[in-house]
Every structure is written in structure tokens, then in C-alpha cells.
């Protein structure tokens, strides 16, 4: 096997990986990007479409444990546990439940407020140095609640968002919500509309245009399957299954699929998997305005191309265990409940592994063992949101800079 030399391997052509070797290249990098299947060929593809700086709170709050029993117990609710995995996710929920104590909690909300805002202000920064405006959706964001209690139940979290400067409007009525978006069942009375809401025209596309200047400025993308990463004083080896790979530094952004090559760096991770389900409908299937968030139900409806996305929810599964397709059907049933005149027929289904750490935020650290070793994953359902902010601190690490926010929260040893 031939050794190449490279300033960066990136491993993982997803929206992390392709958004940092983007960011390395015009930096003057030389970069490879390494995958075993392409770009965006997994959940990069077939998420939301979202950039959600909104959603600043994380999933472990003080209290969540008291209703974890009651999501856990219904098979197709928004949040479940495959009883094959329940076994195997315990270590997870034992610091996911430690995540949602006080301390840890506005720990993880200052860190992760902190990174959407920088991750605004780069997605700017980002779009502009690639001509990707037009892949940009400014449609704005509706959260829709049943009734008054439901509503008043869901203040705190807006006034949290008001703290951390995301902007918004709270409607009362469901004349107020049908000025936005017509067809919305009358049972939703109440909403939060945040405007600065953006969507791309589609995941997939996104990703691709990105991939897309990252070589017409040089790089290179390669499929091959990485198998281990070897240590040296001046370089790192990147064993693959066609060849092997050298560089001054490698980022390992493989998302839910990170675990065993930190493991094999000696970073035992408590990264799983948030199993996440859609549906998307055909052209025509509902005239949507804006991206819409039923959020006690645990899914959104949005454009994705020309059709419409209907996904969401949360399966604490793992990688290996099959699809349970029952889910996207649930989904899209209450669906089209809530948008009476939804066309549901000629959907096509999908599952997607988000790469969930208990504290909901995500690596963005030196390896233990080498700072030669960068890792970039863990981001959860916001991987897209925060890609462009992840970029610009993996440079900043790479090049052995001071990054514009601090990176200790999202350091790999903070549960060892």
C-alpha cells in the first residue's frame, strides 16, 4: 500500500466533514476527504433541511427524567428505546439523566448558545464564499401548541431563547397562525413564529454544492473504507481498504459512526444514536409557507426539493437494529391530522442515524492521545445547524490557533 501526503484527511464526506475540508482548502490545505460511500450518502442526506439556531436548549433539561418513563413506554411515541437496545443504551442514559441536573444543564445551554451563534454568523460566511445563496430558503419556522396550558407550558423555553438573542413572535390564535400558514387543523391555537428560520432548498443538494467547490479548489475526494488510524511524531497513517494515507493531521467526522475509531485511539465515547424517520411526499402534497415544528407530537413538516418532508421523532436504537418503519407511518398519519388537505399517497420512507451525545453537544476536540487527531461529531439532530461554526473551530485547531469560542465544553475526556 502506497502512502499519499496530505495536510488534512478528513474522514466522513457528511455536512461536518465536507463543511471542515471546505474550510481547510480555502485556508490554503491540502485536503483529502475520505468515505466509504460519498457524499452526504447517509443522514446528511435526509434530514430536515434545517439550520435551527433556535433550538439552544438541550434535550437533557432539569426534570426530563420524570417524563422519560411515560415517552419510553409507548413503542411509536416521539421518544423510545428498541427493548433489544435497552440494555446497551444504559451507560448512555446514566449520563444523559447526569446531563439534565442543574449545573449540567446551564453548562450545556451557555456552550450550546454559544455555538449556534457563532455557527450564524459562519453559515454567512459560508454561503457567500460559495455562491449558495440561492440553495437558501428565508420562510421562517412555526411551533404550534394545542391549546392554552400546552401553550403557557412551553413560556420558559421562549424566554430562554429571548435571553440568548433568538428573535420570535408568540401568536394566539389560530386566525394569527392561518395568516402564516393556511390548512393548520384549529386545535392549534397557539404558536411561537421565529422569522430568521432558514432552510436549504435540500440536504443533499447542500452538501453536494459544498463537495462541489471544496475541488474545484483542489481537494480531493476518495471512497475508501477507513479501518485504523496509526500514530507517528510527524504524521498520522490512515489505514484503509484500498490504500494508506499520511498527513500532518487527520478530523474524524464519521457522525454516529465515530465510536470504534476513537475507541481505537483510546477515547471511550458515549456517542449512540438518535434513530430518526421520515416521509417524502411528491410535488403538490401541501402548499407549505414555512417550516412547521409540532414539537410535543416530535416532528416537523418541510420542503425538501420540491416535496414535502414529514420526519422526527427519536429511537434510541444503536446502528445494527432494522428499521421500524411503523414510525415515518405514525408521522405521517398525525400529519395529516393536523394539515387536513395533505396528500399522503406515493411517500418514500427513510430512517437516519444522528450521532447523539447525552449532553447534546457534540465533539469538537483534540484526540486524547495526539493533537494530530481532531474530532468533529456528536452533533445530534444539528449537525446541518452547527456545520459552519464546527468548520471554523476544526481550523483553528488544526492550525494550532486560539478558536473564537472556547472548546472545552465539547471536549472529548468530559465524561471520562
Not at 435540500?202 to 475508501?224: C, M, R, Y
Not at 430512517?351 to 461529531?377: E, T
Request: aromatic share 8%.
Amino acid at each position: 500500500m502506497t502512502a499519499q501526503p496530505y495536510d488534512v484527511v478528513v474522514i466522513g464526506a457528511g455536512i461536518i466533514g465536507i463543511s471542515a475540508a471546505l474550510k481547510l482548502q480555502q485556508k490554503g490545505k491540502h485536503v483529502l476527504v475520505l468515505d466509504s460511500k460519498g457524499v452526504a450518502a447517509d443522514t446528511s442526506a435526509g434530514n430536515a433541511g434545517a439550520f435551527a439556531f433556535a433550538d439552544v436548549i438541550p434535550l437533557a433539561t432539569p426534570g426530563v427524567m420524570r417524563k422519560a418513563p411515560k415517552w419510553l413506554l409507548d413503542p411509536l411515541g416521539p421518544l423510545s428505546i428498541r427493548p433489544a437496545y435497552a440494555l446497551k443504551i444504559l451507560p448512555w442514559m446514566m449520563h444523559f439523566w447526569r446531563a439534565s441536573w442543574t449545573d449540567r444543564y446551564q453548562q450545556a445551554l451557555t456552550a450550546q448558545a454559544q455555538l449556534m451563534a457563532l455557527s450564524k454568523a459562519a453559515l454567512e460566511r459560508q454561503i457567500d464564499s460559495v455562491d449558495g445563496q440561492h440553495l437558501i430558503r428565508h420562510e421562517g419556522q412555526l411551533q404550534l401548541y394545542e391549546g392554552e396550558a400546552e401553550f403557557n407550558a412551553a413560556l420558559p423555553s421562549w424566554q430562554t431563547r429571548k435571553a440568548h438573542g433568538v428573535a420570535f413572535e408568540l401568536l394566539e390564535s389560530a386566525e394569527a397562525i392561518a395568516n402564516i400558514q393556511p390548512g393548520i387543523d384549529p386545535r392549534f391555537t397557539h404558536a411561537g413564529f421565529t422569522p430568521e428560520w432558514k432552510n436549504v432548498v435540500h440536504p443533499k443538494v447542500w452538501t453536494e454544492h459544498l463537495a462541489n467547490h471544496f475541488q474545484s479548489l483542489g481537494g480531493t475526494l476518495t471512497l475508501d473504507t477507513v479501518q485504523s488510524i496509526e500514530l507517528s511524531v510527524d504524521h498520522v497513517r490512515v489505514v484503509a481498504a484500498q490504500r494508506t494515507y499520511q498527513a500532518e493531521h487527520i478530523v474524524l467526522a464519521t457522525g454516529a459512526w465515530s465510536k470504534t475509531l476513537a475507541a481505537q485511539l483510546g477515547d471511550r465515547v458515549p456517542l449512540d444514536t438518535e434513530r430518526g424517520y421520515n416521509t417524502t411526499l411528491p410535488a403538490g402534497a401541501f402548499d407549505l409557507k414555512t417550516h412547521i415544528t409540532f414539537s410535543n407530537h416530535g416532528f416537523v413538516v418541510t420542503k425538501a426539493g420540491e416535496g414535502i418532508r414529514v420526519g422526527g421523532a427519536v429511537e434510541l436504537g444503536g446502528l445494527a437494529l432494522a428499521p421500524n418503519y411503523k414510525r415515518s407511518d405514525i408521522l405521517l398519519a398525525k400529519a395529516a391530522q393536523f394539515l387536513p388537505s395533505l396528500k399522503t399517497d406515493q411517500g418514500v420512507q427513510w430512517m437516519g442515524f444522528r450521532p447523539s451525545m447525552p449532553d447534546s453537544l457534540p465533539v469538537i476536540s483534540y484526540a486524547s492521545c495526539s493533537k494530530r487527531v481532531i474530532y468533529a461529531f456528536g452533533h445530534g439532530h444539528l449537525g446541518l445547524t452547527q456545520s459552519a461554526g464546527t468548520a471554523e473551530l476544526i481550523l483553528a485547531l488544526v492550525q494550532g490557533k486560539m478558536p473564537s469560542i472556547s472548546v472545552t465544553p465539547y471536549r472529548v475526556q468530559r465524561f471520562q
